[in-house]
């Protein structure tokens, strides 16, 4: 069973600060590694999807890595803005199973 | 390209009473999941279909929920008799082809149970 973790659960950074956001899994044959975006009252928002071969994946501002061997996706957001206020949520589909399970997801405030 | 289409958006019901919700997805996934949104909470997998067939419904309390896709498009999620803890959002989500593709959310229906 694929378990998957972001620590922190929330937080709080100045505009301008550079976000780091992290997310763990405990079976690394994964699939991929999918970020995804949630804003309150609203569905999810796909940002980025890693391919289990590759190690990064980069879309404008955002930028995330993947290390399977150790079970780990970092999610990097440069100089934030307030408009990047949300939850961010990551899900690792395990190759067998092929089951989309999400983390419990990193609420971020950017304040001005 | 259309989205994932959900409805209701909202709603409110007694316990004990029954609801649907109905999902449309983008035209030509093969996949389709239902997840249980509580708030404070990443979504929870209740079932995921593959055309029209059940690939994962582990996490679906059959003695009051139950899904299905006719004809492997549109699907629709019941809860019969509903309870205080269904109170949720519900999410509807597609993809191409199974979790090694991308998938796309609907809005997702808030249900609150009095």
Do not use: M
């Not at chain 1, 972001?6 to 405990?26: D, K, R, Y």
């Not at chain 2, 996490?59 to 299905?68: G, I, V, Y």
């Not at chain 2, 191409?96 to 009095?114: D, H, I, K, M």
């Amino acid at each position: 069973k694929q378990e998957v973790t972001q620590i922190p659960a929330a937080l709080s950074v100045p505009e301008g600060e550079n976000l780091v956001l992290n997310c763990s899994f405990t079976d690394s044959a994964i699939y991929n590694l999918q970020w995804f975006r949630q804003d309150p009252g609203k569905g999810l928002t796909s940002l980025l999807l890693i391919q289990s071969s590759q190690r990064e994946q980069t879309s404008g501002r955002l930028n995330a890595s993947l290390d399977k061997s150790s079970g780990r996706s970092t999610l990097y957001i440069a100089a934030s803005q307030p408009g990047d206020s949300a939850t961010y949520l990551c899900a690792a589909p395990k190759a067998a199973g092929n089951k989309l399970t999400f983390g419990g997801g990193t609420r971020v405030l950017v304040k001005p | 390209e259309a989205g994932v289409a959900q409805s209701p958006r909202y709603k409110i019901i007694e316990k004990r009473q029954s609801v649907a919700f109905w999902c449309n997805p983008i035209s030509g996934h093969a996949t389709l999941y239902w997840y249980q949104q509580i708030l404070g909470q990443g979504p929870k997998l209740l079932i995921q279909f593959q055309n029209n067939g059940v690939v994962d419904d582990s996490q679906l309390p059959k003695d009051r929920f139950s899904a299905e896709r006719l004809k492997g498009v549109d699907s629709t999620l019941k809860i019969q008799p509903a309870k205080l803890e269904d109170s949720a959002v519900y999410l509807c989500a597609s993809s191409l082809y199974g979790a090694n593709t991308e998938a796309f959310f609907g809005q997702g229906t808030r249900l609150t149970v009095v």
